[in-house]
């Protein structure tokens, strides 16, 4: 059995299985009740937008106008947010699950087709994105307003949870509606006019209304007004708010997960265990047949007395969605040790947590979960809490073979298998390496190899012992200035979770070391001392042992982090940096894309019009005329407008075209050796490439052979 959130086009959210639908007494938790103060309680989260936007989609808040279609001596209620259309209604809509659907047809000539149609869209899962079909009931209801009689029809669009499970179809300003009614020729009636509407599809956008009786000439939102008070004072309608959030189903039928605490007894009905016989475990002689729940075979579990009168009674044998216990489990982190209550007073001093770091694919599971059952257990008084997690960081699934990496679809690589082969270390630096965080991670053999490789390198690096000069020399200058940037750009990227971008550096910094040849010592032993420390967070086993081994005293991961030192950080240095390293990235995507191997890769600088205009608008001009009074840049006519018009909103910081060549020329041995095939640096002007047209300053145009 699951929840509605644990249910994902029609399959159950971690194994993929088809859902079967099934009668059956359960049991929920309000979680409704909270509706409004969930979604109030988004806007004060340190969320990302789109986890925060799911739950509000989740809670689902509609207000609008309840409507009472007449179907005899019975009323159907309809709910809608644009009373505003109610002149164009043309159709009416029923959910196959509404207690209608069938009872319509019944005894007439449609009953068959009624009843073959609802168990079909059952057994599909009917709902959104779904081919619009439908069948007519044979019955009609009056329109409250015209008196005219409306066609009902059941159709596999209308949900059940959403509103009262009746749609109030208007094909003229609804797109669902529109094709719904050109599918079953419907008569399609527009009744608001809206001004650029798109020939040959629903109008949906606000406008005046036309054909609509005494509020014809009304702006939509007045009209909506007008008419629900209309509806409210004459009795055939209500404003209303509707939600599409739905109470939350615990009950399942297995043996793992706790038992729900009731039993039933034939005199005293439903009656909970007495708090001194909780909790209620699991028998542990359950037998495992793979067929039924086993607590409904074992006699111990299932018979005891009633607790009221003594009499023979049932245990409940449904035990508790899991979610149940992963939504307060981080209150008893907090208060390990209390042997009287799920978790005492200090509790309170830790929550709600700072930073939680999980999967977005529990944005409308556990995290909604966890955030309803706090506020539960503040007002059973048990905390003081709102809210279970104040900042929140969604991670990226691992992704191999096209599907996520998961036990149940059977594409785990074995942790041990890697250790044994790798170390761990290794998987650890992959991981973290290959992908952002936040994004989708593509698990490949030949990338933990990768990492592999490098780790290898910096152990090569940190055990050699070359006899270092005392002297200094300006590269030595350049060297501790990359050490300290590194430092800086590291801590950032930890402080951001750019993992991904931290790894990068002390890759740079290990290939600056690897060619740092006649080293001054110490700067050389700054050097490894500091990529042993910055690489420790993400490979600690394999830093710890080169750290002893180069005669380092005590453990390298409680030593204090360093710190960058202001004079070694020259702007201009870092700005040579972070352009070769934006270089390398875009070298890396066009490879990507390319899907091969390069032979040889071509570098091209921007033309000398384009760097003035750059050093133009650094020195302070904000406007496209500003630019074109100067003549290098107005002889190149409608292509320095774009670029003038891009640049003043981007404002990248470029260096000067000398200084930029000569960058790229300085990497040239590690663009080479990262890319395995030669690597050459062209003037725009040298070259008739399209790709040399396109180079900017700061960004050079790539052309991969």
Known sequence: MLANEQVVEGKCWRCTSPVEWKELEQWFFRITKYADELLAGLEQLDWPDHVKAMQRNWIGKSQGLEVLFSLGKQSLPVFTTRPDTLYGVSFLALSPDHPLASALAAGTTQEDKVTAFIRAAQRDKYGEGKEKKGVFTGKHALHPLTKEPIPLYIANFVLMEYGTGVVMGVPAHDQRDFEFAQAAKLPIKPVIRVEGAPQGKAATGEGVLVDSGKFSGMPSQKAREAIAATAERQGWGKRTTHYRIRDWLISRQRYWGTPI?????????????????????????????????????SERFLRRECPRCGASARRETDTMDTFVDSSW??????SPREGQKPFGEEAARWLPVDKYIGGVEHAILHLLYARFFTKA?????????????????????????????????????????????FGIDTARLFLLFLAAPEKELEWSDQGVQGSYR????VQALCLQQPKGRSNREGRDSLLQGK???????VTEALEGFRFNAAVAELMGLAGELQKYASPNQQVWDEGITTLLTLLSPFCPHLCEELWEQRGGKGFLSVRKWPSP???????????????????????????????????????????????????????????????????????????????????????????????EEQALRDALPALEQEFGCPVEVVPALQSRSPRAGKAEPGKPGIEVF
């Open 377 to 421: 257990l503040r007002d059973l008084g048990l905390s003081q809490v709102g809210e279970p997690v104040s900042g929140l960081f969604t991670q990226g699934m691992v992704i191999k073979d096209g599907a996520k990496m998961s036990k149940s679809v059977g594409n785990v690589v074995s942790q041990d298998e890697i250790s044994d082969r």
């Open 261 to 297: 605490p009731v039993v039933y007894c034939g005199s005293c009905g439903i009656v909970p265990v007495p708090e001194q016989e909780l909790p209620v475990l699991l028998p542990e002689e359950a037998k495992f047949t793979g067929e039924g729940n086993p607590l409904e075979n």
């Open 454 to 457: 490098f780790l290898k390198r």
């Open 329 to 334: 489990y981080f209150f008893r982190y907090c």
């Open 483 to 489: 050490v300290h940037r590194t430092i800086k750009k």
């Open 565 to 659: 030192a202001k004079e070694h950080l020259d702007p201009k240095l870092e700005l040579q940096e972070a352009f070769v390293q934006r270089a390398i990235e875009d070298i890396r995507n066009v490879v990507r894309l390319l899907g091969k191997k390069p032979r040889k890769i071509a570098l091209y600088l921007a033309p000398e019009w384009k760097f003035v205009l750059h050093q133009e608008i650094s020195r302070g001009v904000t406007t496209v005329p500003e630019l074109m009074r100067n003549p290098a840049i107005r002889k190149e006519g409608k292509a320095a407008v774009q670029l003038a018009e891009r640049l003043l909103k981007e404002r990248v910081l470029a260096l000067a075209p000398g200084e």
